[in-house]
Nanobody, 116 residues
Framework: QVPLVESGGGLVQAGGSLRLSCATSGAPYAMGWFRQAPGKEREFVASIRWGPNSTYYADSVKGRFTISKDNAKITVYLQMNSLEPEDTAVYYC????????????WGKGTLVTVSS
């Protein structure tokens, strides 16, 4: 497995913004972000294909979150705006083997806490 190094989590007030980053090596088929809130199952957030630049979002984040990538740095980003307390979770970056959310494996995660 190639490494997935996530960063950018933290504490933010409701309505605020954060940007998560995930660096890897070796161009993937696609990458995605998933999250797991306390006491809940891990859920899909967003994904992006590396070749054709297609993106896909969970309904709960459409219009608020934007996934993007830097091909040269082999890094994927998740810009999160208008954050809500319900967005509080550990966010995991994942390499995908199926579109739009077929996980191969994921990183260690980064905690995002949104206060009300």
């Amino acid at each position: 497995q190639v490494p997935l190094v996530e960063s950018g989590g933290g504490l933010v007030q409701a309505g605020g913004s954060l940007r998560l980053s995930c660096a890897t090596s070796g161009a993937p088929y696609a990458m995605g972000w998933f999250r797991q809130a306390p006491g809940k199952e891990r859920e899909f957030v967003a994904s992006i294909r590396w070749g054709p630049n297609s993106t896909y979002y969970a309904d709960s984040v459409k219009g608020r979150f934007t996934i993007s990538k830097d091909n040269a740095k082999i890094t994927v980003y998740l810009q999160m705006n208008s954050l809500e307390p319900e967005d509080t979770a550990v966010y995991y970056c994942a390499r995908l083997i199926g579109w739009p959310y077929g996980m191969d494996y994921w990183g260690k995660g980064t905690l995002v806490t949104v206060s009300s």
